[in-house]
């Protein structure tokens, strides 16, 4: 699980074919894996992997096919910068919002203009998610935390103050440049408690009968 909160960027490195799929090599000067072991979650630019032999400010981690073709994971050139941050700790301040690193999809930027010191982003999301997506609520987008502005259709627009347009990858798009795009959990959970429920017929469990 993490937050949205992006720790640092990070850098492609190398890419290595393995088995069909593939291997990637990143460098993360910016964050810390003292800590860090083999085996431990690491949400990259909104998708989450397992890290390998981590160790001197770098890391791998094995991609499949799956991710390679549903996330811009596949599209990566080496030297590329990413989003990167650790898993979320049980004692952590939850600073975004729930984030899996599950991507659901794409979302392509169409346009940018500023807004005094900051940057509005447009974004067309897939059609079978627009209803996931509702104006101040939040989306995740390459790993990012972000507060919904507006919405129309399947269309929606973030700001980007001066900070999360240095820190992350986001400061960096141009029209047409895609994003991977994470809808608010907790928008599938109400979705899916609103949905009609068939329980099979199994009736309520009887309440214990209490002798004295």
């Not at 593939?22 to 431990?40: M, Q, V």
């Not at 999301?125 to 990012?144: E, F, N, T």
């Amino acid at each position: 699980m993490f937050t949205g909160i992006v720790t640092a960027k990070g850098t492609l490195q190398e890419i290595s074919s393995v088995g069909g799929d593939c291997r990637l090599r990143f460098l993360c000067e910016g964050l810390s894996l003292e800590s860090s072991h083999s085996g431990d979650s690491i949400c990259v630019s909104g998708a989450c992997l397992t890290m390998l032999d981590p160790g001197d400010r770098q890391f791998s981690a094995d991609v499949s096919q799956e991710t390679l073709s549903l996330t811009t994971l596949g599209r990566l050139q080496s030297g590329q910068a990413v989003n990167l941050e650790l898993a979320l700790r049980a004692d952590d301040r939850l600073g975004g919002h729930l984030v899996t690193g599950h991507v659901d999809g794409l979302a392509k930027l169409v346009a940018r203009r500023p807004d005094a010191r900051a940057e509005r982003l447009d974004f067309e999301g897939p059609a079978h998610l627009a209803r996931y997506i509702a104006r101040k609520g939040s989306v995740c987008l390459d790993g990012v935390s972000l507060t919904v502005n507006s919405v129309d259709g399947s269309r929606f627009s973030v700001c980007l103050i001066p900070h999360t347009l240095e820190i992350t990858t986001l400061g960096a798009l141009q029209p047409g440049d895609s994003v991977n795009l994470e809808v608010d959990l907790v928008a599938r959970y109400v979705e899916r408690l609103a949905e009609p429920f068939d329980d099979g017929g199994i009736d309520d469990v009887a309440a214990p009968t209490i002798r004295e």
